[in-house]
């Protein structure tokens, strides 16, 4: 499964890989939104680099392709979709609209194309378009500096640890994206702190978003057709008795409306 290896410590902050990504997927030019939430991203944007706090470096934002992730699994028609290369593909043609891939990513990745009369949720795709090809992602090629670095998971988490090992110093002694959320594809090394910047909350970082949604999820078409058939069997049984009712009070009132017009006809 191929995977991207982020180094904090290299980045400069060009935006090249912005750039490259805006290029290689026809992105419309970025525009002002109240609906942005500080971070670079939107329906224009899907990826962007912003500040580490309380650091000189700076951290690619992006959606990390998760190993298990929970906008599939929150996703009523299958427009979410795990390939077993590595990208979560999201299907446009699948998509209703109903925003709960939004709700349940943990780190808030997916954006709405509010300012369009017909919308459709955005985020980093993976160019998996390109990968079929045998080519990298965008903006890891538009990379001068050796931020970024993409292959086999498993070996980039190799390459992260020896890097760690040989420069102590300079980084901290983990690999963000190895087990939160259940492992990530998209993984960084840095010499801070990265949990606020990329919106890891340290009690849901080692678990599988689904594996704590399914248990709710798996009893939700039950509960359904639960609540239905309830519904159903209320409306004919209220339905039933208006009709019962109505039929007592035409046999009562049928003599009585009979003998009056005997009584006028006379």
């Known amino acids: 499964m191929l995977a991207i290896l982020f180094d904090e410590t290299k980045c400069v902050g060009c935006n090249e890989c912005v750039k490259a990504c805006v290029k290689d997927n026809n992105l419309p030019p970025e ?59 999201y299907d446009a043609g699948k998509c209703i609209g109903c925003r709960y891939c939004m709700l ?7 954006r709405y194309q509010w300012e369009r009369t017909l919308p459709y949720i955005q985020k980093c795709d993976m160019c998996y378009d390109r990968l079929a ?17 993409m292959g086999e998971r498993d070996e980039l988490i190799r390459q992260a640890h020896a890097l760690i090992q040989a420069e102590p110093g300079k980084y901290l002694n983990h690999v963000y994206g190895e087990t ?10 840095s010499n ?32 359904a057709l639960a609540a239905l058939t309830t519904l159903v069997g209320t409306w004919w049984i ?29």
Request: charge should be positive; proline fraction near 8%.
């Open 31 to 89: 525009i002002p939104a109240p609906t942005s939430e500080g971070d670079g991203l939107s329906g224009r944007r899907w990826t962007s680099i912003v500040r580490v706090p309380q650091a000189l470096g700076y951290v690619k934002k992006q959606c990390l392709h998760c190993l298990h992730p929970a906008c599939e699994a929150a996703c009523l028609v299958g427009a979410m979709k795990k390939l077993p290369n590595g990208p979560v593909f």
């Open 104 to 110: 349940a990513c943990p780190v808030g990745i997916p």
């Open 133 to 149: 090809e045998g080519k990298k992602c965008a903006c890891v090629e538009a990379c001068k500096y050796g931020a970024l670095q």
């Open 180 to 189: 939160e959320l259940g492992g990530t594809c998209v993984l960084y090394i």
């Open 192 to 223: 801070a702190p990265l949990e606020k910047t990329l919106r890891l909350d340290a009690a849901v970082q080692a678990v599988a978003i689904p594996e704590i949604t399914w248990p709710v999820i798996s009893k939700t078409p039950v509960v």
């Open 238 to 266: 209220t339905g039933r008795r208006e009709k019962v009712a109505a039929a007592e009070g035409h046999d009562h009132s049928g003599p009585a409306e009979e003998k009056d017009k005997e009584g006028k006809s006379k």
